[in-house]
């Protein structure tokens, strides 16, 4: 990296190359032009200054900016081509901070406009002319990240489903569908602990929104661990969710707003309230997974705000700032069922142990044939009068290791 | 309304060449948004010109002057409490960063007075400022001597100068046309007398000519007189000193 930039003097700081500069970066994708002020020895004012040139603004700074944040949004914004202004401001260490974070780190090419002198470590550097950084071919943007599709699964009950996915499919797919299926389970699990007193709509609007999914398989294994958690909750869903059905047009003054955060968590939040006009209660439920590359909840992303999804991150946790962050790891107690309770309270006493049981008889009817519907499924078994919970369903609950070894 | 120098009254404001050309820049600075300066040596009258244009116009306008070498910092602070009637926050960069976004909400006129007051830095901030693409103001510096000076030394500010009035003494010429309708008192004066007060007291100076008026106003109200005679004029130096 012994030239890491590339230098364009501007002798007399011409406002007309300045003017130029920033028109180019409006037109040129890729391109980003970022002036460095006068007091720029000191690295944080070179970050700042270059995130704000892409649309960061210091009220929606949760932290003193760090090369990562700058790189992220760098790469969220498909930057290929970074011009700093003013070069002449910035010190020797900084200078080495930009080679080692922007150029060697994401591979961005940087020019340096100085005017005046230009800095020692930048002598063996490359220079280029106004004309030849307007015109040169700049390379296409990388292209959208493609989700990678998820393997299909069988559809099985979802006490089922983490034990049949073991079985058919091959390891590295088993393991993704497994912390996906966990992943939906635990959220949905943390939102029913948080929210003890919720009514069968909201708990129903919160399992829509924990079963969303980017295409059907995703969809799929996310709504069986949604399904689980209400199980082991002993609750019955059977009420319809009621989500808002319109979405918002955001116009430019709303993508300025979204732009200035440097979080992308809080960006995003703020993206999706407005795109889904869902409350941050339930979007807290939403996980990196649930976004696509251009969509938020199947909420369409218009393309300006495209980098924002692009600066997530897309692992299994919360997709964005707020109350996220729910006790995942907690899980419901289930009490030993009374005898009005239904098949819902008695499954759910069975899967928090294998050791419970509940007797036949002290059961009422209409419960017991749901439990017998259960056990043709293999999730429930009848023995020596009284009803346990499988091995299949134990583990189908993340209540037990795997009933067989793996083949079998 | 714009006061004269001391207070003087029954004063009318002189259409001077330089005058008009401020007005004429301040016009062409705002239409433009652009960067321009106002500049010589005290008493020629430059910041009742600015001000005098400014009170005819509507736009809204920032006027900071710093009497002592202001740091950054300092000029930072306060063109933030200028703009939001509070001082800057934070961090360096999170000021400048609030100062660009307030910049850019709508058209304004900020005028630096004293502005040989600025070292490089100051006029290097107020130019990183103003050449961000989001701000929407025109940047006028009225300074004293040496101003543009350290204006033209620097390529990257003296490229920027859209409009420069630079102001100097008022001819005998201009004495003679211009004094005589600036205050009653020189009504059909003998233009040998203008011509001596201005060799003793004026210098073709504004500010010299508000303190002569001043003086001699206060003497003819005295002697029971409207007009100046040569006997108040001499009277009039002696008190300001210049009289020999």
């Not at chain 1, 699964?153 to 049949?164: A, C, E, G, K, M």
């Not at chain 1, 300025?256 to 795109?275: G, I, N, V, Y």
């Not at chain 1, 189908?396 to 290791?401: K, L």
Request: aromatic content about 4%; hydrophobic content about 45%; some cysteine.
């Amino acid at each position: 990296m012994s030239t890491p930039f590339e230098v364009l003097v501007d002798r007399d700081d011409d406002i007309a190359v300045v003017r130029k500069l920033h028109r180019l970066a409006q037109r040129a994708r890729g391109l980003c032009v970022a002036a460095v002020p006068p007091d720029s020895h000191l690295s944080v004012t070179v970050r700042w200054a270059i995130l704000r040139a892409l649309g960061k603004r210091s009220h929606r700074l949760s932290a003193m900016p760090q090369w990562l944040d700058v790189t992220r949004w760098l790469t969220a914004n498909r930057i290929t081509e970074l011009v700093l202004l003013r070069a002449q401001h910035l010190s020797e260490s900084v200078l080495t901070e930009l080679a080692e974070e922007v150029v060697g780190r994401v591979g961005i090419r940087v020019v340096l406009v100085y005017s005046g002198t230009t800095a020692a470590a930048t002598a063996a550097c490359p220079s280029i002319d106004l004309a030849t950084l307007a015109t040169r071919p700049r390379p296409s943007a990388p292209s959208q990240r493609r989700q990678q599709a998820w393997p299909a699964v069988p559809r099985v009950h979802p006490l089922r489903l983490r034990h049949d996915a073991r079985a058919k499919l091959r390891e590295r797919e088993f393991q993704e569908v497994q912390r996906l299926l966990a992943a939906a389970c635990s959220a949905m699990s943390a939102w029913l602990l948080h929210h003890a007193n919720a009514s069968s709509s909201q708990i129903a609007a919160a399992h829509e929104i924990v079963s969303t999914g980017l295409d059907q398989e995703h969809a799929f294994i996310r709504r069986c661990g949604a399904d689980i958690a209400v199980l082991a909750a002993g609750i019955r869903t059977d009420a319809a969710a009621q989500l808002p059905a319109e979405s918002y047009d955001l116009n430019a003054t709303d993508l300025s707003k979204l732009h200035a955060f440097t979080d992308p968590r809080a960006a995003a939040l703020d993206l999706a309230r407005q795109l889904t006009g869902l409350t941050e209660d339930l979007l807290g439920l939403v996980a990196g997974d649930q976004i696509g590359d251009d969509q938020i909840l199947n909420c369409r992303v218009p393309d300006e705000a495209l980098p924002i999804l692009c600066a997530l991150d897309r692992g299994f946790g919360p997709a964005f700032d707020g109350r996220a962050d729910l006790a995942r790891s907690k899980r419901h107690e289930a009490r030993e069922p009374a005898t009005d309770d239904g098949a819902a309270a008695t499954l759910a006493w069975l899967l928090e142990s294998g050791r419970h049981a509940a007797r036949v008889g002290d059961l009422a009817e209409n419960a017991r044939a749901d439990l017998d519907e259960l056990g043709c499924h293999g999730l429930v078994v009848n023995f020596d009068g009284a009803y346990r919970a499988s091995d299949v369903a134990l583990y189908g609950a993340f209540q037990r290791a795997a009933p067989t070894p793996r083949g079998h | 309304m714009i006061r004269h120098h001391l207070g003087l009254q029954d004063a009318s404001v002189l259409a001077t060449r330089h005058l008009l050309l401020t007005r004429q820049a301040i016009a062409d600075l705002v239409d433009a948004e652009a960067m321009g300066a106002i500049v010589g040596s005290a008493g020629l009258g430059k910041t009742f010109a600015i001000g005098h244009t400014l009170q005819a116009r509507n736009e809204p306008v920032i006027s900071l002057t710093f009497e002592a070498r202001p740091t950054m910092r300092l000029v930072a602070d306060r063109l933030m409490h200028a703009l939001t009637g509070a001082p800057g926050k934070g961090t360096r960069f999170a000021m400048t960063d609030q100062l660009l976004s307030a910049l850019s909400e709508r058209t304004r006129l900020i005028v630096i007075g004293e502005a040989q007051n600025l070292n490089r830095d100051c006029f290097e901030y107020l130019r990183h400022l103003h050449d961000d693409p989001g701000t929407r103001f025109s940047l006028m510096f009225d300074g004293g001597d040496g101003c543009w000076e350290i204006l033209a030394r620097e390529p990257m500010l003296r490229s920027r100068i859209y409009r420069r009035v630079a102001f100097t003494p008022l001819t005998d010429a201009d004495v003679l046309a211009l004094i005589p309708t600036y205050h009653p008192i020189y009504a059909d004066i003998d233009p040998e007398l203008l011509i001596l007060i201005n060799d003793k007291a004026g210098n073709g100076r504004m500010r010299n000519w508000a303190a002569f008026t001043a003086t001699a106003t206060s003497i003819c109200r005295t002697a029971g007189s409207d007009r100046v005679s040569e006997a108040i004029a001499r009277a009039a130096l002696t008190q300001l000193g210049t009289g020999r």
